[in-house]
């Protein structure tokens, strides 16, 4: 699949010094910005400095309303990055690659393996996954290409109201995966103190949270084969917005 970064050469070779954030802690999304699609990085209502860390975006594509690819790519404007593209599109996706970070006793965080930290309390890899849907979709959405961790409608009939059920299913290497976390406003409500887990098909209903943009997160942790961490975080956003009254 065709993809681009268009960043500076600036922007490219700037490097996160970011060592007191707990990586696991935030994501990804897609959202609405004047009029725009911007990729977010943040946690609730923190949008941080997605730009700097766009040379960490392994991939963006784009589908027009029949699934097929359109080139699309991230440009730099200003503090958000935003996505551009040679056509419409129903469906932007977003892989990023985290990296590596550790936990030492005094609670600071580092951009760096176990390997590296070898009295960290906690090693863990990063990646994160995002998915927005700019209309309603006529079909099931497809498991994307480099999405390890995914969550998807069941079926095509997303609710057009809040606080209706919402059916969603989430993917782990392409299989239905049991035990996943599902939090239904990413955005609002981070730290949702009892959010839903999939079942052994993979699935879990929310509710619908907003008359406006949704972010959905599904968090998955895997074991890791890697002496750098102890585990591997994957955590995978779907993002959509419903309709207000007309004006």
Not at 63 to 73: C, E, K, L, Q, R
Not at 140 to 145: A, G, K, M, R, T
């Given at each position: 699949m065709r993809f681009s970064h268009m960043v500076t050469?600036?922007?490219?070779?700037?490097?996160?010094?970011?060592?007191?954030?707990?990586?696991?802690a935030h994501a990804i999304w897609f959202a609405q910005r004047a009029k725009?699609?911007?990729?977010?990085?943040?946690?609730?209502?923190?949008d941080l400095d997605m730009v700097k860390r766009l040379p960490l975006?392994?991939?963006?594509?784009?589908?027009?309303?029949?699934?097929?690819?359109?080139?699309?790519?991230l440009r730099a404007a200003g503090a958000i990055p935003v996505v551009d593209s040679d056509e419409p599109i129903a469906v932007v996706a977003a892989v990023m690659d985290y990296g590596y970070w550790s936990k030492?006793?005094?609670?600071?965080?580092?951009?760096?393996?176990?390997?590296?930290?070898p009295n960290a309390?906690?090693?863990?890899?990063?990646?994160?996954?995002a998915v927005y849907l700019t209309q309603m979709p006529t079909k099931?959405?497809?498991?994307?290409?480099g999405h390890t961790l995914q969550v998807v409608p069941v079926g095509t009939a997303i609710p057009q109201k809040m606080g209706e059920p919402m059916k969603v299913r989430v993917y782990y290497k392409g299989q239905p995966i049991a035990g996943a976390t599902?939090?239904?406003?990413?955005?609002?409500?981070p730290d949702e103190v009892n959010p839903?887990?999939?079942?052994?098909?993979?699935?879990?209903?929310?509710?619908?949270r907003n008359q406006g943009n949704n972010v959905l997160m599904a968090i998955y942790v895997a074991k890791s084969d890697d002496k750098k961490a102890d585990h591997i975080e994957h955590s995978a956003s779907l993002s959509f917005v419903l309709p207000h009254v007309p004006e």
């Open positions: 050469a600036a922007v490219a070779a700037s490097t996160l010094i970011i060592a007191t954030a707990p990586a696991g725009q699609t911007a990729l977010i990085y943040g946690v609730g209502a923190d975006v392994k991939s963006v594509t784009g589908y027009d309303s029949d699934g097929a690819p359109v080139n699309t790519s030492t006793p005094d609670g600071e965080w580092h951009n760096k393996g176990r390997d590296e930290v309390t906690l090693a863990e890899h990063n990646f994160k996954y099931q959405i497809p498991l994307y290409e599902v939090m239904q406003d990413y955005v609002n409500d839903a887990k999939t079942a052994a098909d993979g699935t879990a209903t929310i509710k619908v």
